[in-house]
Antibody, heavy 116, light 113 residues
């Protein structure tokens, strides 16, 4: 059975940092890109970016809204992807989802709230 | 960035009737070398993560009921639910994965009339 579980969401002050984790099982994690998608309360979906597989040199791409502040990484030995979020802004408040490269498997998301 | 625009923003359809949602991209998302449209459709029920319904504009994901179908090419796409069921109440999103950022449409809220 495929599972994707995000964790690490929390309440953080503007300007702060947070690191999210995405633990996957049941599929060939190392062979796939991993995407991050977020959803602000009551709003639509926003693609945050992705990290590709080792065979694609762990290439990354970021939405303009997070570029220079967010960093993707992954540990294929742990089947886990990470999202390091720095210089957080109020508008980063959202549920953060990770999903596999084909968007077939999604976690339940983890809530990040940026507020003073 | 490629802008994805869905219409309508909301839709109310009677049970058993057809529902149609449109999605337009600001540039073609048809890759000529493989003749594939880089367009996906998702369903998001309240309180749930999105679920992939359709990819390559018209290929149904495994396990998705055959009342869901996707069509279109280039810049204009359609998601059709042939006979609306109560469990289809949700928000539907299109997404292009032709060029990063892989942008989503704003969503279409589907309700029962």
């Amino acid at each position: 059975e495929v599972q994707v579980v995000e964790s690490g969401g929390d309440l953080v002050q503007p300007g702060g940092s947070l690191k999210l984790s995405c633990a996957a099982s049941g599929f060939n994690f190392s062979g796939f890109a991993m995407h991050w998608v977020r959803q602000a309360p009551g709003k639509g979906l926003e693609w945050v970016g992705h990290i590709r597989s080792k065979s694609n040199n762990y290439g990354t791409a970021y939405a303009a809204s997070v570029k220079g502040r967010f960093i993707f990484s992954r540990d294929d030995s742990k089947n886990t992807a990470y999202l390091q979020m720095n210089s957080l802004k109020i508008e980063d408040t959202a549920v953060y989802y990770c999903t596999d490269g084909d968007y077939a498997y999604w976690g339940q998301g983890t809530l990040v709230t940026v507020s003073s | 960035d490629i802008v994805m625009t869905q219409s309508p923003d909301s839709l109310a359809v009677s049970l058993g009737e057809r529902a149609t949602i449109n999605c337009k991209s600001s540039q073609s998302i048809l890759y000529s070398s493989n003749n594939k449209n880089y367009l996906a459709w998702y369903q998001q029920r309240p309180g749930q993560p999105p679920q992939l319904l359709i990819y390559w504009a018209s290929t149904r994901e495994s396990g998705v009921p055959d009342r869901f179908s996707g069509s279109g090419s280039g810049t204009d796409f359609t998601l059709t639910i042939s006979s609306l069921q109560a469990e289809d109440v949700a928000v539907y999103y299109c997404q292009q994965y032709y060029l990063t950022p892989y942008t989503f449409g704003q969503g279409t809220k589907l309700e029962i009339k």
